[in-house]
């Protein structure tokens, strides 16, 4: 991920973004009575318009565009502007959006991830949803569905910002012909680092382009922090105040990732390949991933066998799970018809249609444990179940910089550089802009 903030863009962008929220107010519009007070849902004869500021892929689309198909069943004259984008870092979504608001072309719904939410809050984006929920029984009763940890994902200093939509969790893969054929069985599910090394040692054999690796590194962010949070490690500290990436135990989780690739050669370079491919091929007998893996499996490559595993611990059982969720925009004129909105987003008929898709975890035990979902793959419970032992994506507002130089340490360390050294360069460059950008 090449994405570099520069601080004098961030500047203007923020001038921009105070000027903007100054001069947008929650007068006018289809109202805002549940921002406060009584909520009362507008007339379903009512004629506006809203635009979503979302984000996913081809087929997540079609999710959103159903739910806003059921809400113009009740709200025929409101036209929805669905704004989609695949994200490739959350660096340029975040930014992305703060874009948009500072040119005048601001949203009435945001749909964000646990890497924006701080940023978001820190720059007032979301509106508190706290009255909302509270006078809306059909969504206490979807909130009691789901796992407290990711309501407490959206939540702060007592107040709800975005309703859940979906998760993902990293988890283990396996292939199971490969671990049969080496006579390896399955692991528990309490299985360690050391366990991990051995079997992937095992796994591992051959040379050259015939070689065969036990284990394949993902290259995105995302797939290190559970490595980091076994170890008791993360890239921020556990008030999101500051860096944390030359701690002790954040150097020595990378440490082991390093010497899996140069040291001890039971995982292939990262750069340059791709994880799931060489997974899909037999190339690797092991891989970490979230749910979409077990998707594009089932879909792609139906005969191959693969089981589904938690993560290998070293002082703690841990994994990360990363939720998007859906807010309303604090400068909205509609903020009342936004909520009808963000709450077919939300809904039980979108959990179900997560649970077909099978990209992502869908939010409610319902639909986690309905046929569609559990039938998928014998494993599918380990995908809901990761919520039980997982803490969110430690995204603190100084992300967009914080996450280019975590990337760039990485590229350096699995290129030969001393993992100490390249981790404490990223952590004094992210030092250097916190507080300043």
Not at 160 to 167: E, G, Q
């Amino acid at each position: 991920m090449k994405f570099t903030r520069h601080r004098l863009a961030a500047t203007v962008i923020a001038a921009g973004l105070v000027a903007g929220l100054a001069g947008c107010g929650t007068s006018g519009g289809t109202g805002n009575t549940g921002t406060t007070g009584d909520y009362v849902a507008p007339e379903s004869d009512i004629t506006a318009s809203l635009t979503v500021s979302n984000w996913g892929n081809p087929g997540d689309e079609a999710l959103y565009n159903a739910a806003i198909e059921r809400f113009n069943e009740r709200y025929p004259n409101v036209t929805v502007t669905n704004n989609v984008t695949q994200v490739v870092n959350w660096s340029d979504y975040i930014n992305k959006i703060l874009t948009s608001i500072a040119s005048g072309d601001s949203p009435d719904i945001i749909n964000i991830a646990t890497e924006g939410v701080e940023f978001g809050l820190s720059k007032d984006l979301f509106l508190p949803l706290t009255n909302y929920i509270k006078q809306d029984d059909s969504v206490q009763a979807l909130i009691d569905d789901i796992d407290p940890t990711l309501i407490d994902g959206f939540t702060k200093d007592g107040d709800t910002y975005l309703l859940p939509n979906n998760w993902n969790a990293m988890v283990m893969y396996y292939n199971k012909a490969m671990f049969d054929a080496a006579g390896i069985d399955r692991p528990s599910d309490d299985w360690t680092w050391d366990d991990f090394h051995a079997i992937a040692e095992k796994l591992t054999s051959g040379s050259g382009s015939g070689k065969t690796y036990g284990f394949g590194l993902q290259t995105y962010t995302f797939a290190y922090y559970p490595w980091l949070y076994s170890n008791g490690g993360s890239i921020a500290t556990d008030d999101l105040s500051a860096p944390a990436l030359d701690s002790p135990e954040t150097i020595e989780a990378v440490q082991f990732l390093q010497d899996l690739v140069l040291k001890d050669g039971i995982a292939p370079d990262p750069a340059g390949t791709e994880a799931n491919q060489l997974f899909q091929a037999g190339k690797i007998a092991m891989t970490a991933a979230p749910a979409n893996l077990s998707a594009i499996l089932v879909q792609d490559v139906p005969d191959l066998e693969f089981g589904i595993l938690p993560m290998p611990q070293k002082k703690e059982k841990k994994t990360v799970f990363g939720a998007a969720g859906f807010s309303i925009y604090n400068g909205s004129q509609n903020q009342d018809l936004a909520w009808e909105l963000i709450k077919e987003f939300a809904s039980q008929d979108t959990q179900a249609g997560w649970a077909e898709l099978g990209t992502s975890n869908p939010t409610t035990r319902t639909a986690a444990t309905s046929d569609v979902f559990v039938d998928r793959h014998p494993d599918a419970s380990v995908l809901y179940d990761a919520i039980q032992y997982a803490e969110p994506v430690a995204a603190p507002t100084f992300f967009t910089t914080l996450e280019p130089a975590f990337q760039r340490a990485l590229q350096a360390i699995m290129a030969g550089g001393d993992v100490a050294d390249e981790l404490s360069k990223a952590q004094a460059e992210v030092e250097a802009t916190v507080g300043n950008g």
